[in-house]
């Protein structure tokens, strides 16, 4: 990933501004990201990594497409707010194709692009410490928190669990707090 200072270019492809109020935010004297090397550059052809906010529309797809393969390689995609992750509200409607993966898709298709590291940032809009955060994933300052993990339990305990329970039930029956059976008769 990137090692020094990253330069994000910022594209809004159709969204309320909810999520570009907070993209902005960050870049505030509070938050101050460019203290971290994060800095909002101008042109897609200067930026380490592009951020998207809002769904993508119909109208704005080209200049989407423009603007991605504009940043050199190796990027960063930065997939801000619910809609820029998967649509949002607006997934099914007759002007979006929705998220940032509906654009991979027509990528790898027409173009025969493959898609690059993608750091997604849900919220309606996302807090400006989830954008830091998913910023920080990006450049590899830190790790993600969520990490795949499947527990097989062993069958030895599923059976424990089982003869334990049993002998539980056995001994509530004998107590007067017990529910007896209920039996449901049709009249």
């Excluded at 809004?12 to 570009?20: A, F």
């Excluded at 990027?75 to 607006?90: N, Q």
């Excluded at 997934?91 to 173009?111: A, C, F, H, Q």
Aim: with cysteine; proline share 7%.
């Amino acid at each position: 990933m990137i090692k020094k200072s990253l330069w994000v270019f910022h594209l809004n492809s159709g969204s309320c501004n909810g999520c570009d109020i907070e993209v902005l935010n960050i870049f505030a004297p509070r938050n101050d990201v460019e203290r971290l090397g994060i800095k909002l550059v101008g042109s897609p052809r200067h930026a380490d990594a592009i951020a998207f906010t809002g769904p993508i529309t119909r109208e704005c797809l080209p200049k989407v497409i423009d603007a991605f393969t504009a940043v050199p390689d190796p990027k960063v995609v930065l997939a801000i707010g619910a809609c820029a992750c998967g649509g949002g509200i607006w997934y099914d409607t007759y002007s979006v194709i929705g998220g940032v993966k509906e654009l991979y898709k027509i990528l790898r298709e027409k173009y025969n692009i493959e898609p690059p590291a993608t750091v997604f940032i849900p919220g309606c809009p996302p807090k400006p410490e989830a954008i830091i955060y998913g910023v920080a994933v990006a450049r590899g300052m830190l790790e993600k928190k969520q990490r795949k993990q499947v527990y097989i339990e062993p069958e030895e305990s599923v059976a424990e669990e089982k003869a334990r329970l049993e002998s539980l039930l056995i001994e509530a029956e004998k107590t007067r707090h017990f529910l007896p059976k209920l039996e449901v008769r049709r009249i």
